[in-house]
């Protein structure tokens, strides 16, 4: 569940895709918009296996989230409590994300990042009566957080991008399940280790007033 995709600069997302197909799991990206911008060459391929949520009949979603009365009270109590998005549109949202997920045989939703993407993702799998999981990545956990502790309370599994960011989430909602995954590596190749700092500090990233230094 993203936002849009696939999109230049968040090449971890493309990556992760990539690597769990290579394990042998079905993946199907679902966008809440088409994204207009560039995007790496080798993602030019996954454009056609895209699911956009604006695609997928509006009446078939909502009729199937009113056939089961249990899930659809486990959705609208999260879309009630959260203040982020409007509620009538966040219904919507779900709907179509449960409807996509039976319709792809999915049992899983994954969402990148912990704004409306997650807040559709959590509330969609409550509908599909599915697990759900969510990554945080930096501006949306420490710059713009919006209902965070509520979604990590809700979600089966939150994603920290490092030691630090599962600590802060965890202080946040104390009974979240939440695990470390540094992003944008080949956990074959590098691994974190302890010991003392040499110094020296290696960054890398893009010149964008919303990235800081």
């Given at each position: 569940?993203?936002?849009?995709?696939?999109?230049?600069?968040?090449?971890?997302?493309?990556?992760?895709?990539?690597?769990?197909?290579?394990?042998?799991?079905?993946?199907?990206?679902?966008t809440i918009r088409d994204h207009q911008?560039?995007?790496?060459?080798?993602?030019?391929?996954?454009?056609?296996?895209?699911?956009?949520?604006?695609?997928?009949?509006?009446?078939?979603?909502?009729?199937?989230?009113?056939?089961?009365?249990?899930?659809?009270?486990?959705?609208?109590?999260?879309?009630?409590?959260?203040?982020?998005?409007?509620?009538?549109?966040?219904?919507?949202?779900?709907?179509?994300?449960?409807?996509?997920?039976?319709?792809?045989?999915?049992?899983?939703?994954?969402?990148?990042?912990?704004?409306?993407?997650?807040?559709?993702?959590?509330?969609?799998?409550?509908?599909?009566?599915?697990?759900?999981?969510?990554?945080?990545?930096?501006?949306?956990?420490?710059?713009?957080?919006?209902d965070l502790p509520l979604k990590l309370?809700?979600?089966?599994?939150?994603?920290?991008?490092c030691a630090d960011m599962r600590d802060?989430?965890?202080?946040?909602?104390?009974?979240?399940?939440?695990?470390?995954?540094?992003?944008?590596?080949?956990?074959?190749?590098?691994?974190?280790?302890?010991?003392?700092?040499?110094?020296?500090?290696?960054?890398?990233?893009?010149?964008?007033?919303?990235?800081?230094?």
């Amino acid at each position: 569940m993203l936002s849009s995709f696939p999109v230049l600069s968040e090449t971890f997302v493309s990556n992760e895709i990539r690597a769990m197909r290579a394990l042998g799991h079905k993946v199907v990206p679902l966008t809440i918009r088409d994204h207009q911008g560039p995007c790496q060459p080798e993602d030019e391929a996954m454009k056609p296996g895209i699911q956009r949520l604006e695609d997928l009949p509006r009446v078939t979603a909502m009729l199937r989230a009113v056939m089961g009365p249990a899930r659809l009270r486990s959705a609208l109590a999260f879309i009630r409590a959260q203040q982020g998005l409007p509620r009538r549109s966040l219904l919507l949202g779900a709907a179509r994300v449960a409807l996509a997920a039976r319709r792809h045989g999915c049992t899983h939703v994954h969402a990148h990042f912990a704004h409306a993407a997650a807040a559709t993702a959590i509330a969609g799998a409550r509908l599909a009566g599915i697990t759900v999981s969510f990554i945080g990545h930096g501006f949306e956990v420490y710059g713009t957080p919006c209902d965070l502790p509520l979604k990590l309370a809700s979600a089966d599994l939150a994603i920290a991008t490092c030691a630090d960011m599962r600590d802060d989430m965890l202080a946040m909602a104390p009974g979240a399940r939440v695990v470390v995954v540094p992003c944008g590596i080949d956990p074959a190749r590098f691994r974190p280790r302890s010991g003392p700092s040499n110094g020296r500090l290696l960054a890398i990233g893009r010149l964008a007033p919303q990235k800081g230094p």
